[in-house]
Every structure is written in structure tokens, then in C-alpha cells.
């Protein structure tokens, strides 16, 4: 006989108007069980805190709830500390609609600060010796991965856009791809000559990824895989596939990652003068707001080549006294 499971852990314990409110995000704003889940944990979180300071959540003041993003602030991450506040907001507000409460005591919180981080991006060398290190590869393994590296850096795909791009996204004659990204929008994205080359080079390849039995599922991608459940290459595999990569070609694999070429893509564009409307239409991104965080890398970039190689930027010894 097996050992017996572990008893599952006891469900918390939640004021009815916190029930409430979590029934009405599953009912209305059909969320998923695991953010129902989320947010009560948030909410039990606060909960526990202002009974220490002898205050029901329900029931809490403004100061009570400054009090508790004070103690997160010391205790949490930024993000931690924005999404528990997100939830008492909503929580909040649900309790005044509901007429369970006059006022919101969540209103005059402001919002902890975070610093948008910029995005990591590799130099163009280093995408190169990725690149040379796949071609010395060969093989049909070899070629699909010098494929998917020349499309993700010519096109800056998100990586699953790539690793699930269908078979009927390549154009027929191959200068541009056909992406279905987020939302179900389409997009058409140009392809360099470098990816069309790699694609002619690997087509012809790819049968050797189809397995008897399952082409039908498979035969849709332009990246089948032997292996996997959904018919095509998963993003776990070629992040792998990646890491694998860069130790050969001498790189750090911990700063390597589909995610991290989709910023060089985006970054090395701008360094070359395009302008960020096409960046933004490439990349997909709904909000131009979302591609200018790449403005700053470039800002970055060219504030140390001033630096650097501008003569008036370097310091100069001061001329003697007349």
C-alpha cells in the first residue's frame, strides 16, 4: 500500500463580504479559479494584518490600509505590494456598489512606485556567433534552429507566435509572414533575406520532424515536433534549445532567451533609424506606449558612445592660470 496522501490544506476562512466579492468575480468577470484563488489570498493576507491592529477588512479606514501597504512595502516586493492593492481597491469598490459600505477607504491610497525595467538585448555580435553557432549545427536539427533564430530576429515574433506559426502564414513567395498575435489580430511581417534563405534551407527538411501516425495534428506548423502533445516545437524546448546554444557559442546562457531576441530585434532596429510606429506595427504591440520602453535602451546606447568617443565629452585638464 501506498502512503497516504498529505489531508489537503484547510480553506481559509473569509468574512461573507469577502465571499461575496470573490462569487462576483467568477459570475460576472468569469474569472478562472486560480484567480479567484489569488485574490482571496491577497485579501486573506490583509485580513490577517488588521486583525492585529483589532479591525475587521470590512470595516477598515484609510490609515488601517496605509498601515498595511507600509508593513508590505518593508516585507514585499513592488509588485507584490501593487497587487494587493489592486485587490483591496476592487474589493473596496465592490462593497460601496453593493451599498455594504458609504465610502472607500481605498480612494486616497496611492499607488506604490516601480521603476519600469528596461529591456535586456543582446549586441549584434553576440546574435551573430548564436547565429554561426547553430549553422555549425547542420543536420536537420541544425537547420531548423538556424530558421527559427534568423525569423525571431528579423521579425521580433513572440515565442509562441513562432514556435505555433502555421505552415499557412508563409507566403508563397516568402517575403513575409502572416502572424495571428494576441487578441487574434493578424499582422504581416517582412522577412529578411537572411530568414527566407534559412526557411528554403529547412523546409525541405521538415518531414523529419512528422511522425507517423500523428501528421495530421502536425502537418499544420511550420515547426512540427516528434514530441510534443500540441503537434508543434514548444516554447520550453526551444528556450532550451537556446541556453544549449549559447554555451557554445561562448555566451552567458542566462542572458539568453527567445524574449531577450525579441528586444534585440526591437533595439537594433532603432539603433539603425527606424522609426517606432514600424517597430511597434513588427512587434505587434497594441500601445505605442509599450514600444517606446526600447527608446530608452537606444537613449542609453547613445549617451555612452558620446561619452566615449565625442571629444568635447571627455575631461580636459584645465589651462593654466595667465
Known amino acids: 500500500m501506498g502512503r497516504p496522501g498529505r489531508p489537503p490544506k484547510p480553506k481559509p476562512v473569509v468574512a461573507p463580504q469577502v465571499e461575496a466579492f470573490l462569487d462576483m468575480l467568477v459570475a460576472e468577470r468569469g474569472a478562472a479559479e486560480n484567480t479567484r484563488e489569488a485574490y482571496e489570498r491577497d485579501l486573506?493576507?490583509?485580513?490577517?494584518?488588521?486583525?492585529?491592529?483589532?479591525?475587521?477588512?470590512?470595516?477598515?479606514?484609510?490609515e488601517d490600509l496605509r498601515a498595511y501597504l507600509a508593513r508590505l512595502a518593508a516585507d514585499s516586493a513592488l509588485r507584490t505590494?501593487?497587487?494587493?492593492?489592486?485587490a483591496l481597491r476592487q474589493f473596496f469598490r465592490f462593497l460601496v456598489s453593493e451599498g455594504m459600505r458609504a465610502e472607500d477607504p481605498s480612494a486616497a491610497l496611492d499607488s506604490p512606485k516601480q521603476g519600469r525595467p528596461l529591456p535586456k538585448a543582446l549586441a549584434e555580435t553576440e546574435v551573430e556567433a548564436l547565429l554561426a553557432a547553430a549553422q555549425r549545427r547542420g543536420g536537420p536539427d541544425g537547420l531548423r534552429l538556424v530558421a527559427l533564430l534568423e525569423i525571431l530576429y528579423a521579425t521580433g515574433l513572440r515565442v509562441s507566435e513562432l514556435v505555433g506559426l502555421p505552415l499557412a502564414g508563409l507566403a508563397r513567395d516568402g517575403r513575409y509572414l502572416v502572424v495571428r498575435g494576441k487578441g487574434g489580430k493578424e499582422r504581416m511581417v517582412p522577412l529578411s533575406d537572411p530568414a527566407?534563405?534559412?526557411?528554403?534551407?529547412?523546409?525541405?527538411l521538415r518531414p523529419a520532424f512528422l511522425v507517423p501516425g500523428r501528421v495530421e495534428k502536425q502537418q499544420r506548423y511550420a515547426f512540427p515536433s516528434r514530441t510534443s502533445a500540441e503537434g508543434h516545437l514548444t516554447r520550453q524546448r526551444f528556450a532550451q534549445l537556446l541556453k544549449e546554444l549559447s554555451a557554445e557559442a561562448g555566451l552567458d546562457p542566462g542572458r539568453v532567451s527567445p524574449h531577450v531576441l525579441r528586444h534585440a530585434f526591437a533595439t537594433h532596429l532603432l539603433d539603425h533609424g527606424a522609426d517606432l510606429r514600424s517597430v511597434q506595427k513588427m512587434l505587434g504591440h497594441a500601445d505605442i506606449a509599450t514600444t517606446q520602453i526600447y527608446t530608452h535602451v537606444v537613449g542609453d546606447r547613445l549617451r555612452q558612445v558620446v561619452t566615449r568617443h565625442h571629444p568635447l565629452a571627455r575631461p580636459r585638464k584645465p589651462e593654466p592660470a595667465k
Open 81 to 86: 505590494a501593487a497587487r494587493r492593492l489592486s
Open 196 to 204: 527566407r534563405t534559412a526557411l528554403a534551407a529547412y523546409l525541405p
Open 44 to 62: 486573506v493576507d490583509a485580513a490577517a494584518f488588521l486583525r492585529g491592529r483589532g479591525v475587521a477588512l470590512e470595516a477598515a479606514g484609510t
